[in-house]
């Protein structure tokens, strides 16, 4: 099967203080099937946010190619939506404006996208807010209508940057249970970046852990559990275990580099 997102010895610099320039990511290479759910997880500062901006089209001057659907992508495009911690909504606009929005750019006619809107609201539970404001909503909501917005433009891949970081613990965990079942229901790829052990292990296929900067891919775990996950069996606490061990070693390197 052709993988639907490679990425070809991505290496990525910045410029810094002194006149060494900052590697942030340094040969990163991976492959993703459709419909796969892949998670990122390494210490903060090992160049996460940059992978996902690479693939985005949001980064530019950087080494190594993106290759979606076997096509090189440069710049942003339609194919590709990235949602990130503090959901991004317009303030001006209403809930299913803000999620039809992609189809009004599009030209898609205004009783086609509500619909379409409407749908895509039940499937994450608000469709009672389709009228209210973003300041109206819980941050939680807001998330929801954020995924939404996301789904409704229908990409071939969702990147997702520690899109629950900002939620309290339960709210957290009900929308992961949600993402999971969007992801399950419309078979989309997704590519998602976490702090969170548990919710890497709960959600994705494959675990990508990087390395302290410069981010180099460290090691990738298989998670071959069945849906819905138990986080108290002993398989699960077992891959929790050895995926604490490698991050806190690069933690540690962290730690160490910046003294
Ligand atoms: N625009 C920028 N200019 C200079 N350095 C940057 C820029 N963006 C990110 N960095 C640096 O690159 C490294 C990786 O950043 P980032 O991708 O945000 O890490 P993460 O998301 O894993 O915490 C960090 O050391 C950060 O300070
Ligand atoms: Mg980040």
Known sequence: MKPKLELRDITKMFASDNERPLIALNDINLSINESDVVVIIGPSGCGKTTLLKIIAGLENSYKGEVILEGK????????????????????WRTVIQNVEFSKELLGIPKADRKKESLEYLKLVGLEQFAFSYPFELSGGMRQRAALAAALMSDPEIILLDEPFGALDAQTRKDMQEE???????????????????????????????????????????QVNLPHPRNRTSSEFIEIRKVISEMIEEEVKLTKRNHV
């Open 72 to 91: 090189s992508v440069k710049a942003p495009g339609p194919d590709r939506c990235m949602v990130s911690q503090m959901a991004t909504l317009l303030p």
């Open 179 to 221: 993402l999971l079942r969007l992801l399950q229901r419309t078979k989309k790829t997704a590519l998602l970046v976490t702090h969170s052990i548990e919710e890497a292990i709960w959600l994705s296929d494959r675990i990508v852990i990087i390395t302290a900067r410069p981010g180099r891919v460290k090691e990738v775990v």
